[in-house]
């Protein structure tokens, strides 16, 4: 008895598997084609999905999976063990010429991406810019007005005059810019940093630095409930709770543009179509649609004529008193691990 | 079955049976479906924290010592070790000394139903998220939170008292979320010590606070010990609720390495730290047990 129950068992699942290897052949021809894009998560996978991933998929028949928050570990990690499940990933734009040193990435098609309108800045040979964010001063309306604000960041550096608790991020990209410029350096001078007058300048804000922040949400979120009035924070982070009735706002002045990035992981299973997302999200029109929906800046300057004035004005685009100013993302790229190391050792002082 | 055991014992155990005997014995299917088990575990446990160790002493270039020797050299990585064995430990001792009498109240209980309600209270955290829990601690400590907010409408306060962003923050966080470990496990020995042994020594005329020292005290210290090394170890490799909940200067090694493996890409020098953090645990658990190796309380009965 006991053998014929063992026959019939190891029968049934014998049957089991050669069902499953004959399932995928009969719905290949009908079945879209899968993308796996990774970005940032929270807000930015909201608007994405509506200006870039959904018109995407109606367009070419793909279903597009996100994956969420981009993790730089494990990215190496999947390349390296050759195991890789990602395709199109947002990353930092410094980091698009970081991990090209470890191999990271596949080259990017130049004959599927069109780049006419994007400045050369954004592209490089493994990356290219599909947003620009800034680092701005970012304030509690409860405790500021409108007339009343830090302006630049020598104002952010005066907590006699703008009292209050601080942040900035746990990060040493735009904190040691902002604290050059709150030293009197001067916005073209800015870069190559001067590293020892970055961390003297921050070493006066640091008693008023409350929290370091190391998610996107939580300065919004600390600025909203006066536990902070000042912060160093991702303007469209900000806006964002601000037309959720959040009193908090943006000053542009000053404003640390950096942008963000798309690479193609090394060893992409859906590798020509990740260069075509790409090129679909370089063009004038997405971009146009991204930026309506959040306030990042295009990369193509084609999709400014797209946006509205008032848009144009709110992303610090138009001609204003505000000035911003662009990092050096190559020199960051050369020198991130020194200054990090160093920044780490600030912090515990 | 029972017998079984017991001749399979005594052949493997026998000096005079040849080895190939006692080998065939072993290959009994009762032992297989243990070992079998156990390889696995071993097996992946091992061999990739092998593998992870092994980054610390080679990188592009080969076999080098020079991030171990950062390590060691560097004073930040130093403080920073120092600074997760500190918060680590008084995170244990903070909740032994709130768990114990807790642990105490529930098995001074009469009615079993009050009990298995108790302890069913104490479980519910483990059924939130540790990222939901550390975020409902900054709306609660922080200057505008719940806890100044009342302190101050109460007027006992005029400044808010800063408990987050600093060791306050985090010591009050991690300890909320380990407490349930600790108290398990005092309460599961406190519950099998035999009662009457207390009421002995008062009838042989002891007070009631000299007959708890002497006598209930000490039986409980094996819960007080497996506790307190699970929170300990536990607590050393924590850094959400350190990074959320702490200031600047609350740094543990987790995080460091965290920021190596997902920041700097560095993965040769988070090796390193990992490995002299898992050192340092070894040491730490091995010097405890040495100390108290003749203490009756590790003695089996």
Redesign the interface.
């Known amino acids: 008895m006991k053998k014929i129950m063992t026959g019939i068992i190891s029968l049934a699942l014998l049957l089991n598997l050669t069902g499953c290897g004959n399932s995928s052949n009969k719905t290949a021809a009908e079945a879209p084609k899968e993308l796996v894009v990774v970005d940032w998560g929270g807000n930015y996978t909201d608007v994405s999905k509506k200006s870039r991933y959904e018109p995407f998929e109606k367009k070419y028949n793909v279903k597009i999976k996100i994956v969420s928050p981009t993790d730089y570990g494990k990215f190496k990690a999947m390349v390296q063990s050759g195991n890789v499940e990602w395709d199109a990933v947002n990353v930092d734009a410094d980091f698009a010429i970081r991990g090209a040193k470890d191999n990271l990435f596949e080259k990017l098609d130049y004959n599927v991406i069109k780049t006419d309108g994007v400045d050369k800045k954004f592209i490089s040979e493994y990356g290219i810019g599909s947003e620009t964010f800034a680092v701005a001063i970012s304030y509690n309306t409860d405790t500021f007005t409108e007339s009343n604000h830090p302006k630049t960041w020598s104002d952010v550096w005066d907590t006699k005059k703008f009292p209050g608790a601080r942040s900035f991020q746990k990060f040493a990209e735009g904190t040691l810019e902002a604290a050059l410029l709150a030293d009197g350096v001067e916005p073209a001078k800015l870069f190559p940093l001067d590293i020892d007058r970055a961390f003297a300048s921050l070493d006066k804000i640091k008693p008023s630095v409350k929290s370091w922040w190391t998610a996107g949400a939580q300065a919004p979120q600390l600025l909203a409930s006066g536990e902070l009035t000042v912060a160093a924070a991702w303007s469209g982070r900000v806006l964002a709770a601000k037309t959720q009735g959040s009193p908090e706002n943006v000053e542009y002045n000053q404003a640390l543009i950096y942008a963000d990035s798309w690479v193609v992981a090394k060893g992409s299973p859906n590798k020509d179509l990740a260069m075509k997302f790409i090129n679909f999200c370089t063009t004038a029109e997405t971009q146009a649609e991204f930026s309506k929906l959040v306030d990042y800046a295009p990369t193509n300057a084609k999709a400014l004529p797209l946006l509205s004035e008032e848009l144009k004005k709110r992303l610090g685009q138009s001609t204003s008193s505000a000035t911003q100013i662009v990092a050096d993302v190559q020199w960051w790229a050369d020198n991130y691990e020194a200054v990090d190391e160093r920044f780490q050792k600030w912090l515990l002082k | 079955m029972q017998h079984e055991y017991s001749k399979t014992n005594e052949v493997v155990h026998n000096k005079n049976v040849p080895f190939s005997n006692k080998f065939k014995k072993i290959l009994d299917p009762k032992w297989i479906m243990i070992l079998l088990p156990i390889a696995f575990i071993l097996i992946t446990t091992f061999i990739p924290m092998v593998n992870l160790f092994k980054l610390s002493v080679v990188d592009e270039n080969g076999f080098t010592m020079k991030y171990l020797s950062q390590v060691f050299t560097q004073k930040?990585y130093l403080?920073?070790i120092f600074l997760t064995l500190k918060i680590a430990l008084l995170v244990t001792l903070s909740c032994l000394v709130l768990s114990y009498p807790i642990s105490y109240f529930i098995v001074k209980l009469k009615s079993p139903k009050l009990k298995k309600v108790i302890l069913q209270l104490i479980m519910i955290p483990f059924w939130i998220s540790l990222l939901v829990r550390s975020f409902s601690w900054i709306v609660i400590l922080?200057?505008?939170g719940v806890i100044n907010s009342i302190l101050k409408s109460l007027g006992l306060i005029n400044k808010p008292i800063p408990l987050l962003?600093n060791t306050t923050g985090v010591l009050i966080g991690m300890t909320h979320v380990l407490l349930p470990y600790m108290i398990l496990n005092v309460y599961s020995t406190m519950e099998g010590i035999d009662r009457n042994l207390v009421q002995v020594a008062q009838g042989m005329g002891a007070k009631p606070t000299r007959a708890f020292w002497e006598m209930f005290f000490p039986l409980s210290v094996p819960g007080i010990l497996s506790g307190s090394m699970l929170v300990f170890i536990l607590a050393l490799g924590y850094f959400i609720t350190p990074?959320l909940l702490g200031?600047?200067?609350d740094?543990t090694i987790s995080m460091?390495i965290q920021?190596n493996?997902?920041?700097?890409?560095?993965?040769s020098l988070a090796s390193a730290l990992a490995l002299v953090l898992f050192l340092i645990t070894l040491l730490l658990l091995g010097g405890l047990l040495f100390l108290m190796r003749n203490h009756p309380a590790l003695k089996e009965d």
């Open positions: 930040i403080q920073v922080q200057d505008q962003f990074s200031g600047a200067k740094m460091l920021n493996i997902s920041n700097t890409l560095n993965w």
